[in-house]
């Protein structure tokens, strides 16, 4: 049964006080996931379905619940006090829900105990905390800043937790409003390219910030003054395989290590400056470094000839950059021409990736293909899953024939030999 959020609160308090348990989560988990509206909640409400003191009713208000004091009571209750295996297993399950409560956001905030919750690692509360989307953006910036809480974690932990918080959607959401910007979403990219300049060079660090990189819209990326140092460190990792030879990259024909200096450069190409006529873009077109091509690629409105030449001159590293310019993403003709140049399966993937990216920001963005040479290329790319799934349907059927075949060839066998016992018996019985 549907909740009707505008029923009467001293209505909803009656009805949800007798009602089971799990009519009252599903009931809970609807109103605190469809009530948008900023300053909302049923504070009466909650308090006396907290008072009813059930635990999949406290579950339920831990997670979805929409006032800090409620959050607050259910976190200090699950983190106190002496616990056997089954009551330390639930109070986990409420601490977590209670971090990844989406309406965090809207609180001053409770107090989790950041410190000694980040000493103990990267657990799943932590996780919890670090993926969701409310998270207080000085939680984020204190992360990637090492600071606060986090300077006190080592730095596999370290590492491994900047690399969870990729899947935060918070990186990639811009709160913009007609008061102005989102200062806070600037802040934590700051953060993130400060961490590029201070986080320990190792294979580790590298492999966790190419994948940790790829996650972010470059529409959001800060704009520093120079990348040349950044580039420059991140060119010092020696990333080998495993059979010890320099390791390959995920889109290029660059190693690993060359591949990641080229997406810093991607995701970096708007440089920060006061100075008149300086460029507002790093790199060149022939640029002896690729990693200041990319930058090239990826920052400035190339012409459709700039284009050409760029993937004639470096093809799928031009590719890979490009696809970082919304520039280029954002015009149906260039777009078009991009379209004509893809041709490695997993280029499509990530060209259809950053569409779908735009799009979450642009809702008018169509990320379908607009070339009828695009639509071709990515109908291929599922062809062949449609030729073995017709393949398989032609074995089948090849299959059901020869199994009627059989059948016949079993019931003719049969009638005949059953046909020859009757006329020997019959002969033997003349005789």
């Given at each position: 049964?549907?909740?009707?959020?505008?029923?009467?609160?001293?209505?909803?308090?009656?009805?949800?006080?007798?009602?089971?348990?799990?009519?009252?989560?599903?009931?809970?988990?609807?109103?605190?996931?469809?009530?948008?509206?900023?300053?909302?909640?049923?504070?009466?409400?909650?308090?006396?379905?907290?008072?009813?003191?059930?635990?999949?009713?406290?579950?339920?208000?831990?997670?979805?619940?929409?006032?800090?004091?409620?959050?607050?009571?259910?976190?200090?209750?699950?983190?106190?006090?002496?616990?056997?295996?089954?009551?330390?297993?639930?109070?986990?399950?409420?601490?977590?829900?209670?971090?990844?409560?989406?309406?965090?956001?809207?609180?001053?905030?409770?107090?989790?105990?950041?410190?000694?919750?980040m000493a103990k690692?990267?657990?799943?509360?932590?996780?919890?905390?670090?993926?969701?989307?409310?998270?207080?953006?000085?939680?984020?910036?204190?992360?990637?800043?090492?600071?606060?809480?986090?300077?006190?974690?080592?730095?596999?932990?370290?590492?491994a937790m900047i690399?969870?918080?990729?899947?935060?959607?918070?990186?990639?959401?811009?709160?913009?409003?007609?008061?102005?910007?989102?200062?806070?979403?600037?802040?934590?990219?700051?953060?993130?390219?400060?961490?590029?300049?201070?986080?320990?060079?190792?294979?580790?660090?590298?492999?966790?910030?190419?994948?940790?990189?790829?996650?972010?819209?470059?529409?959001?990326?800060?704009?520093?003054?120079?990348?040349?140092?950044?580039?420059?460190?991140?060119?010092?990792?020696?990333?080998?395989?495993?059979?010890?030879?320099?390791?390959?990259?995920?889109?290029?024909?660059?190693?690993?290590?060359?591949e990641l200096r080229?997406?810093?450069?991607?995701?970096?190409?708007?440089?920060?400056?006061?100075?008149?006529?300086?460029?507002?873009?790093?790199?060149?077109?022939?640029?002896?470094?690729?990693?200041?091509?990319?930058?090239?690629?990826?920052?400035?409105?190339?012409?459709?000839?700039?284009?050409?030449?760029?993937?004639?001159?470096?093809?799928?590293?031009?590719?890979?950059?490009?696809?970082?310019?919304?520039?280029?993403?954002?015009?149906?003709?260039?777009?078009?021409?991009?379209?004509?140049?893809?041709?490695?399966?997993?280029?499509?993937?990530?060209?259809?990736?950053?569409?779908?990216?735009?799009?979450?920001?642009?809702?008018?963005?169509?990320?379908?293909?607009?070339?009828?040479?695009?639509?071709?290329?990515?109908?291929?790319?599922?062809?062949?899953?449609?030729?073995?799934?017709?393949?398989?349907?032609?074995?089948?059927?090849?299959?059901?024939?020869?199994?009627?075949?059989?059948?016949?060839?079993?019931?003719?066998?049969?009638?005949?030999?059953?046909?020859?016992?009757?006329?020997?018996?019959?002969?033997?019985?003349?005789?």
């Amino acid at each position: 049964m549907a909740w009707d959020l505008k029923e009467l609160e001293s209505l909803t308090i009656a009805r949800l006080m007798v009602a089971s348990p799990e009519f009252v989560y599903e009931q809970i988990k609807f109103y605190g996931t469809n009530d948008d509206s900023y300053w909302s909640g049923k504070w009466r409400l909650e308090t006396a379905l907290l008072a009813r003191d059930d635990k999949l009713i406290n579950l339920a208000l831990a997670q979805f619940g929409t006032h800090e004091k409620i959050i607050q009571t259910i976190y200090d209750q699950a983190s106190s006090g002496a616990e056997d295996g089954n009551k330390r297993r639930y109070n986990l399950g409420l601490r977590i829900a209670c971090l990844s409560n989406r309406h965090l956001s809207r609180f001053n905030w409770p107090d989790f105990r950041l410190e000694s919750l980040m000493a103990k690692g990267l657990t799943d509360e932590a996780r919890a905390l670090l993926t969701n989307p409310a998270i207080n953006y000085s939680v984020l910036t204190a992360l990637y800043e090492k600071s606060e809480c986090f300077e006190q974690v080592d730095e596999d932990t370290w590492v491994a937790m900047i690399s969870i918080s990729s899947a935060n959607e918070r990186l990639n959401i811009d709160k913009k409003s007609e008061d102005g910007p989102d200062f806070e979403l600037m802040d934590i990219h700051n953060a993130i390219f400060n961490c590029l300049k201070t986080l320990p060079v190792t294979e580790t660090s590298a492999r966790a910030m190419r994948s940790f990189l790829d996650a972010l819209d470059p529409a959001y990326t800060t704009w520093p003054e120079e990348i040349s140092d950044v580039l420059k460190r991140w060119g010092n990792v020696e990333l080998k395989n495993y059979k010890g030879e320099e390791e390959e990259g995920w889109l290029t024909r660059l190693s690993m290590k060359e591949e990641l200096r080229c997406l810093i450069a991607a995701l970096y190409s708007k440089r920060s400056t006061k100075i008149k006529y300086k460029p507002s873009y790093f790199g060149s077109p022939d640029n002896p470094d690729i990693a200041l091509r990319c930058a090239f690629y990826a920052g400035h409105t190339l012409s459709e000839k700039e284009i050409e030449a760029g993937f004639e001159k470096d093809y799928d590293v031009f590719m890979f950059a490009i696809l970082k310019n919304p520039y280029v993403l954002l015009n149906k003709s260039k777009r078009a021409l991009i379209e004509g140049y893809l041709r490695d399966r997993f280029m499509i993937a990530e060209y259809r990736r950053r569409c779908e990216q735009i799009r979450k920001d642009k809702p008018w963005f169509d990320p379908n293909p607009v070339s009828e040479e695009g639509r071709n290329l990515l109908e291929e790319v599922h062809q062949p899953n449609s030729k073995e799934i017709s393949w398989l349907e032609k074995i089948g059927a090849q299959n059901d024939r020869l199994a009627a075949r059989l059948a016949s060839h079993e019931r003719r066998t049969y009638w005949f030999v059953l046909a020859l016992i009757l006329v020997t018996f019959f002969y033997e019985y003349v005789r």
